[in-house]
């Protein structure tokens, strides 16, 4: 059974940056999918950024330029860094694993943005 533990969400002001974490068990990490999703309150799920176990990476157009996902075969981690946060970017945000047919999710980490 995967596992995922998100780490890295809080309180930060407008223009702030925070790096999210997402560490992988129970699962070969170096052939999944990782990616990062978010739920703000009153809102549907929606994917943020998304790396391939190739490595390739896609972006939501509203994180474009500000956000930076990657990850770390050899800690199973994956990693979101978001710089210029606005106050839109607050969420519950998880951490996904995709593998063949199945998905994985993380328990989720709140991040505020708020003066």
């Known amino acids: 059974q995967v596992q995922l533990v998100e780490s890295g969400g809080g309180l930060v002001q407008p223009g702030g940056s925070l790096r999210l974490s997402c560490a992988a068990s129970g699962g070969i990490f170096s052939l999944a999918d990782m990616g990062w999703y978010r739920q703000a309150a009153g809102k549907e799920r929606e994917l943020v950024a998304s790396i391939s176990r190739h490595g390739t990476t896609d972006y939501a157009d509203s994180v474009k330029g500000r956000f930076t996902i990657s990850r770390d075969n050899a800690k199973d981690t994956v990693y979101l860094q978001m710089n210029s946060l606005k106050p839109e970017d607050t969420a519950i945000y998880y951490c996904?694993?995709?593998?063949?047919?199945?998905?994985?999710w993380g328990k989720g980490t709140l991040v505020t943005i708020s003066s």
């Open positions: 996904n694993f995709h593998w063949g047919a199945m998905d994985y």
